[in-house]
């Protein structure tokens, strides 16, 4: 009975062992195929079903003159919507030419006919899906595209290509695996405000019937306040780029930051920084005050402000760069932003 137990045993972990192989098998496949896949293409393979976009709230029924996306919480307004096409099979092939019909779309149709001979069919029993989703952060806009093969025959592993544009910046993808997703974003600068509008169109064509939105709109969601903050990003403490949160919007703001000890900047009192914004240059004694007024946003890195310095090296062999900044007279230095000191070779 004892010896039974033990033979027992060693089949329970061998059948353990043998499924274990067995199920990761495939998963390593399809590592692989990703990674092939990937080093192939220009664009990296999401799996669809990322968690990007978790927090996502509902584009329709929200107002970008009111609602505005929390910092930090991933809760962007996306806009999505999602179509089936079907080849039935009578093309063959010929591009845009063979017979199908779109499922799941305002203007379900049919285009029948035969496709040109030689050329890879839109039909032939292939069934695709096509989801873009289409959100603002506080930099950028972004249009995501997810490709999924529902059903096919004859054509294993269909390929496609997709094409993003965004306000006329066109993004195009070759080769797209199915169960991949592709993204394009556009930069939205320091200028843009709530309720501007991005206009993007989405195309998907091979690897089943083309399917297509033509002259798509969106209109951008604000940052919605949060505590005044500053924080700033510099390689060489020369190059440096400071970014302000304010807890309120500011109209005709006034902002001053303080550089103790770089040489002159600008000429006849006015400075022009690399972001295009013009300072007022009032030198006190050894320091260079700057001037800046115009309006502030609210949200993490909706203002920024840009310098590019040299280092007045005649004390010392190094140089304080930058001390201090206000916004309307109120010091906004913080623990996270020490004073910037550079080296003097």
């Given at each position: 009975m004892k010896a039974f137990n033990t033979n027992l045993w060693w089949l329970a972990v061998l059948?353990?062992?043998?499924?274990?192989?067995?199920?990761?098998?495939?998963?390593?496949?399809?590592?692989?195929?990703?990674?092939?896949?990937?080093?192939?293409?220009?664009?990296?393979?999401?799996?669809?079903?990322?968690?990007?976009?978790?927090?996502?709230?509902?584009?329709?029924?929200?107002?970008?003159?009111?609602?505005?996306?929390?910092?930090?919480?991933?809760?962007?307004?996306?806009?999505?919507?999602?179509?089936?096409?079907?080849?039935?099979?009578?093309?063959g092939g010929g591009g845009d030419h063979g017979g199908h019909h779109e499922?799941?779309?305002?203007?379900?149709?049919e285009e029948g006919g035969g496709g040109h001979d030689g050329e890879e069919g839109e039909g032939g029993g292939v069934k695709k899906e096509i989801v873009y989703r289409a959100y603002n952060t506080?930099?950028?806009?972004?249009?995501?595209?997810?490709?999924?093969?529902?059903?096919?025959?004859?054509?294993?592993?269909?390929?496609?290509?997709?094409k993003i544009s965004i306000n006329g910046?066109?993004?195009?993808?070759?080769?797209?695996?199915?169960?991949?997703?592709?993204?394009?974003?556009?930069?939205?600068?320091?200028?843009?405000?709530?309720?501007?509008?991005?206009?993007?169109?989405v195309e998907s064509h091979g690897g089943g019937?083309?399917?297509?939105?033509?002259?798509?709109?969106?209109?951008?969601?604000?940052?919605?306040?949060?505590?005044a903050s500053l924080s700033y990003q510099t390689e060489d403490n020369l190059n440096i780029k400071f970014f302000y949160n304010s807890s309120e919007p500011l109209e005709d703001a006034v902002v001053q930051f303080t550089f103790p000890q770089i040489m002159p900047l600008g000429e006849n009192g006015t400075y022009?920084?690399?972001?295009?914004?013009?300072?007022?240059?009032?030198?006190k004694g050894k320091s260079s005050v700057l001037t800046w007024?115009?309006?502030?946003?609210?949200?993490?890195?909706r203002t920024s402000f840009q310098f590019s310095v040299?280092?007045?090296?005649?004390?010392?062999?190094?140089?304080?760069?930058?001390?201090?900044?206000?916004?309307?007279g109120v010091d906004v230095k913080n623990k996270m932003t020490p004073n910037i000191v550079a080296g003097c070779n």
């Open positions: 059948g353990l062992t043998l499924g274990a192989c067995s199920y990761m098998g495939p998963y390593e496949t399809v590592d692989m195929i990703n990674e092939q896949a990937s080093a192939k293409s220009e664009f990296n393979l999401i799996p669809i079903g990322s968690q990007r976009l978790l927090n996502a709230r509902e584009y329709e029924g929200a107002d970008c003159a009111s609602d505005c996306i929390v910092a930090g919480t991933g809760e962007y307004f996306v806009k999505t919507d999602s179509k089936i096409a079907e080849g039935d099979g009578t093309g499922v799941g779309t305002t203007d379900t149709h506080a930099s950028e806009f972004i249009v995501e595209v997810d490709y999924n093969i529902l059903a096919e025959s004859g054509h294993p592993n269909p390929k496609t290509t997709i910046d066109l993004a195009e993808f070759n080769e797209v695996s199915k169960g991949s997703t592709v993204s394009h974003s556009f930069p939205l600068g320091d200028d843009w405000e709530a309720c501007d509008m991005m206009e993007f169109s019937p083309k399917v297509s939105w033509v002259d798509e709109t969106y209109y951008l969601f604000d940052i919605c306040c949060a505590p022009t920084a690399p972001d295009g914004k013009v300072y007022d240059v009032n030198s007024i115009g309006d502030v946003r609210c949200g993490p890195g040299l280092p007045d090296c005649k004390a010392s062999g190094k140089a304080v760069i930058w001390t201090s900044a206000t916004v309307n």
